[in-house]
């Protein structure tokens, strides 16, 4: 019997879509060789001899997915909180990001990270690195070690930053495809990564000269690689990356042109704040992936995201802890303070959009944010099965609540520490 064949018994509860939460509760989650055979309500014949792990009483819920976090930010998280966006970076992230350039200091830095990561609720993340290759590197390894699925992406940068964390155009390029190219060997010499793997990650428009913009498209249509970066997350900027390229439409134009947009390969666009009405259309038409990030969205004071004009556009939404813009890494409370904002939006902003409900906060934490990942974030038949099973015990009540009530009450009120089980890709956790 493999260890990936088993069921998992409790409250299950999972998104079918944006709208539908599936609460079963006492029943079974049947998963073959790390698969989803469905949720039942009595296991099936076929399945009978499985093990299972019987947690009954226990709400039983899809691991989460942090669609945006930059991994050298963590230690500094909590810090800076006064400042906006690109004060921010020059005072507080790329000074700490150049140390990432001694290994030491990354190993002990990212080791941090990743076993926090790896007691949090979050299965998979989009992840940045920072500029130098053989941390970059370190990060994967220290993410594998953890058991957590992701994409890390070797950061580019050639202009606008410090002295001391430029990249040169040629350089940058040539750096990120040794870094390809390392992971290649390893991968054919069978010591590659099973669970992380590589994604393009320009920092954004005003540190990526076009010239480096175009080489990275190069290296994307070479290897068919997915894009992360950041667009339109605060006004300065916004009018930064106009004057810096006034031939672009509009922000994602300025991606688009160089089909870093979605067309070549996923992208994922973080914050997406104040995207106009052709930007919206271009994300829709190339099916770009927007990272909401509401706690950075606030302590950087950049705004509050359309979130229910993406979701009624069709548009792919997930949810991004953004550390350390946002100073908590747990999606448990980005799933609330999505929707807390939705509801500051609705009634100082726009009284046309309607808040988020759970429901849909809940998705976009779980199978919104794992779409990027394939058939995960949720128990439907035919998913990976990432699992979080949690404790509830040190929150004592009076009353009968329902299992539907019992889950919103722990989004608000539990997080990672109350996480009693984790099973991600594929294996048990914790």
């Known amino acids: 019997m493999r260890n990936k064949d088993f069921i998992l018994k409790g409250h299950i509860c999972y998104s079918e879509n944006s709208e539908t939460l599936t609460i079963m509760e006492d029943s079974y989650l049947v998963c073959v060789d790390g698969i989803s055979k469905g949720v039942f309500r009595e296991i099936p014949e076929a399945y009978r001899n499985l093990p299972m792990k019987d947690y009954s009483g226990h709400l039983v819920m899809p691991g989460l997915t942090d669609l945006h ?86 950061v580019n940068m050639d202009r606008n930053s410090p002295e001391y964390l430029i990249e040169e155009t040629k350089a940058s390029a040539e750096a990120t495809r040794r870094w390809l190219s390392d992971l290649k060997e390893k991968e054919a010499a069978g010591n590659g990564f099973r669970h992380v793997k590589p ?17 990275l498209a190069e290296i ?23 004057e810096l390229c006034p ?10 042109r160089f089909g870093l947009f979605g067309e070549e390969a996923p992208a994922i666009m973080a914050h997406c704040v104040h995207s106009g009405e052709r930007e919206i259309q271009r994300m829709k038409e190339r099916g770009v992936y927007v990272a909401h990030c509401p706690q950075s969205n606030t302590n950087l004071s950049s705004g509050i995201a359309p979130i229910r004009r993406y979701l009624n556009e069709g548009i ?30 609705w009634r100082l902003c726009d009284d046309s959009l309607k808040p988020l409900t759970v429901e849909e906060a809940f998705y976009l934490g779980t199978m919104g944010g794992g779409s990027f990942f394939g058939r995960a974030g949720s128990f439907l ?39 009693l089980h984790k099973f991600a890709a594929r294996e048990s956790i914790f």
């Open 220 to 242: 994307q249509k070479e290897y068919h690689l997915p894009v992360q970066s950041h667009l339109s997350e605060n006004f300065g900027e916004i009018a930064w990356v106009k």
């Open 199 to 215: 994604i393009l990650t320009p920092r954004f428009i005003p540190s990526c000269t076009d010239e480096l913009m175009r080489l």
């Open 316 to 345: 792919h939404v997930g949810l991004g802890s953004d550390v350390a813009g946002g100073h908590s890494l747990s999606i448990f409370r980005a799933i609330t303070d999505a929707i807390q904002e939705s509801k500051l939006r």
């Open 381 to 419: 038949e035919g998913y990976e099965v990432d699992a979080l099973v949690l404790d509830e015990s040190r929150m004592r009540h009076p009353q009968e609540l329902t299992v539907r009530e019992r889950l919103e009450r722990f989004l608000y009120l539990c997080g990672d520490q109350d996480v």
């Open 69 to 154: 976090v930059h991994a050298p930010q963590y230690a500094f998280r909590g810090l800076g909180m006064d400042w906006e966006l690109l004060e921010w970076l020059n005072t507080q992230t790329f000074p700490e990001e150049s140390k990432y350039g001694d290994e030491e200091y990354a190993r002990k830095a990212y080791r941090i990270f990743a076993e926090d990561l790896k007691r949090s609720g979050t299965t998979r993340a989009a992840v940045f690195a920072t500029i130098h290759v053989p941390g970059t590197e370190i990060l994967m390894e220290e993410l594998e070690l953890a058991g957590v699925t992701a994409y890390v992406g070797k």
């Open 247 to 256: 031939e672009a439409e509009f922000y994602g134009d300025a991606y688009d």
